[in-house]
């Protein structure tokens, strides 16, 4: 159950082209269900996240993708921080989007 510690999103986002580029000769028609926890570290002044970002493809016979992002911060003042962020596709889930990949961040918020 979510608490003052840990945050869930659910979504469905619909991407859709309306008008298709010439450099693109197919249409664009994705349904992607998201789910997103967030858990704050006060220990650390930091966050933990998990974003399971799923797409169906309605344009490639209703092929089914997901990516997980896992991400770890910690901020180091009111207003700037610092993220790590692994991103895994078909090594872990069986999916089409990549195998994995990692990257760092600053956030700064104002």
């Known amino acids: 159950m979510p ?3 840990n945050f869930i999103i659910t979504l469905v986002q619909y991407f859709y ?3 298709t580029d010439n450099a693109r000769d197919e249409d664009i028609r994705e349904t ?3 789910l997103i926890w967030i858990r ?3 220990d650390i002044g930091g966050w933990f996240k998990a974003d399971l970002k799923m ?3 309605h344009e490639d016979d209703e092929n089914f993708d997901q990516r997980l992002g896992l991400q770890l911060g910690k ?3 009111p207003s700037v921080g610092f993220y790590g962020e692994v991103f895994l596709g078909d090594d872990v889930l069986d999916s089409n989007a990549y195998n994995y990949s990692v ?3 600053v956030r700064v918020i104002y």
Do not use: H, N, Q, T
């Open 103 to 105: 990257g760092g961040a």
């Open 75 to 77: 901020m180091v003042s």
């Open 17 to 19: 082209s309306y008008d």
């Open 32 to 34: 992607a269900p998201r």
């Open 3 to 5: 608490d003052d510690r």
């Open 55 to 57: 797409s169906i493809d």
């Open 40 to 42: 704050s570290l006060p």
